[in-house]
C-alpha cells in the first residue's frame, strides 16, 4: 500500500461541526433572549455564520489570535444592541463549547469508514480546532477507538495550512510526506496546506462547490463528495460491504 498514516481534519470532515455548532448555538440564542434583537433565529444565524468565517480566515492567515476569534463572534450579531464585558463573552462561550460538546452529529459514515480504515492504517486527526473543544468531540462521538494521534494548533502553535503543522503531524506518526494522505473538507487550510507540504490529498467536498484551479503537475488531489468514496480507493474492500 502507497501510503502509511491518514491524516484527517476533524471539523466538517468527521465531526458535523456547521449542524452540531448551529443547534448548539440556537439553545444559547434562546436561552439568552437575542430573539428580542432578530425576527429569527436564521436571521441572526445569517449574521453570525459569516462574519465568524471571516475571522476563521483572519486566525489562519496569522491577522488575529485565538481570544479575539472567540470573543468576536459572539459580540458581533449583537454589536451596538448589548455591550458585554470581555469576561461575560468568555462565559457566554464557555456555556456554547460546553453545548458544543454535547452535540455528537457526525458526517455521514464517518465512523463506519474509520473503522475500515483503521485496519490499515494509523489514523492521525489534524485540526485547527482547540483542545478544550476537540477532544470532547472525539470522545463523545464514538471516533476515538479509530483515532491513534491528534494533533491541534494548541499543540503545534501555528495553524493549517502552515507547513510547520504538516511537519509535526508526520514526525508524531511517524512517517515520510510521501507515505501520507490528507483528507479534509476546507480548500485554504487543509488541501492548500498539504500541496505546500508535499503530502496528496483527498478533498471532502462537503459544500459541493466548484474545484479550485491548482497545478496539476506538481500537486496531486482527488475529490469524494460521500466518505464511502474512501474505501474503494484506499482498501480491498468496496463500498457494498457498507
Ligand atoms: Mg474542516
Known amino acids: 500500500m502507497k501510503y502509511k498514516s491518514l491524516l484527517f481534519d476533524l471539523d466538517d470532515t468527521l465531526w458535523a461541526t456547521f449542524d452540531n455548532n448551529k443547534a448548539s ?19 441572526y444565524f445569517a449574521v453570525y455564520f459569516p462574519h465568524q468565517e471571516q475571522l476563521w480566515d483572519d486566525y489562519r492567515k496569522g491577522y488575529i489570535s485565538k481570544e479575539p476569534l472567540l470573543l468576536d463572534r459572539l459580540r458581533y450579531p449583537l454589536r451596538g444592541r448589548v455591550s458585554w464585558s470581555d469576561q461575560q463573552v468568555k462565559l457566554l462561550n464557555q456555556r456554547f463549547m460546553q453545548y458544543v460538546q454535547q452535540q455528537t452529529g457526525l458526517i455521514p459514515y464517518a465512523l463506519e469508514v474509520l473503522a475500515e480504515l483503521h485496519r490499515d492504517y494509523t489514523i492521525c486527526i489534524v485540526s485547527n480546532g482547540f483542545e478544550e473543544t476537540q ?5 463523545g462521538s ?11 494548533v494548541d499543540h503545534v502553535g501555528v495553524p493549517k495550512p502552515a507547513t510547520e503543522f504538516f511537519d509535526y503531524a508526520l514526525k508524531a506518526v511517524g512517517c515520510s510526506r510521501q507515505e501520507a494522505l490528507l483528507i479534509g473538507d476546507s480548500w485554504p487550510s487543509d488541501i492548500i496546506g498539504a500541496f505546500n ?27 469524494i463528495r460521500d466518505l464511502r468514496e474512501l474505501l474503494p480507493l484506499l482498501t ?3 463500498a457494498s460491504s457498507l
Open 25 to 43: 448555538l440556537h439553545r444559547l440564542y434562546n436561552e439568552e433572549g437575542w430573539g428580542s434583537y432578530y425576527a429569527t433565529f436564521e436571521d
Open 135 to 139: 477532544y470532547g468531540k472525539i470522545n
Open 142 to 152: 464514538g471516533l476515538a477507538p479509530y483515532i491513534d494521534k491528534v494533533i491541534l
Open 197 to 223: 507540504s508535499g503530502i496528496d490529498s483527498i478533498w471532502y467536498n462537503l459544500w459541493q462547490v466548484p474545484m479550485p484551479d491548482y497545478d496539476q503537475q506538481s500537486h496531486s488531489v482527488l475529490e
Open 236 to 238: 480491498q474492500s468496496t
